[in-house]
């Protein structure tokens, strides 16, 4: 069974940074897309970035493009989210998703989701 566990949410000023981490079980994920999704209150979710789990290919939403760096790594079974530069727009709960056959930036493409980590820029 597919697990994805979130970790490294927080509370952080404007300007600052974070490193959200999506530790993966339950499978390997040669031929995954490692998605990252956010959710702030009263609003959709929306696509942040996206790592093909065998190229590392990347994706960005324009929103966080030269700010955000999405990574991943093999040997831990871990995908990354360095976040710079935060700002509180930035504001959401962020989840990890997985899937290996989506439409990139479309939440709803994904199977496997896990359970968000906050992330809350003050200004």
């Known amino acids: 069974q597919v697990q994805l566990v979130e970790s490294g949410g927080g509370l952080v000023q404007a300007g600052d940074s974070l490193r959200l981490s999506c530790a993966a079980s339950?499978?390997?994920?040669?031929?995954?897309?490692m998605g990252w999704f956010r959710q702030a209150p009263g609003k959709e979710r929306e696509f942040v970035a996206a790592?093909?789990?065998?190229?590392?290919?990347?994706y960005y939403a324009d929103s966080v493009k030269d700010r955000f760096t999405v990574s991943r790594d093999h040997a831990k079974n871990t995908v990354y989210l360095q976040m710079n530069s935060l700002n509180p727009e930035d504001t959401a709960l962020y989840y990890c998703?997985?899937?290996?056959?989506?439409?990139?930036?479309?939440?709803?493409?994904?199977?496997?989701w896990g359970q968000g980590t906050q992330v809350t820029v003050s200004s």
């Open positions: 998703a997985a899937d290996n056959s989506v439409v990139i930036t479309s939440w709803r493409s994904y199977k496997y």
């Open positions: 339950g499978r390997t994920f040669s031929g995954y897309v």
């Open positions: 790592i093909r789990w065998s190229s590392s290919m990347t």
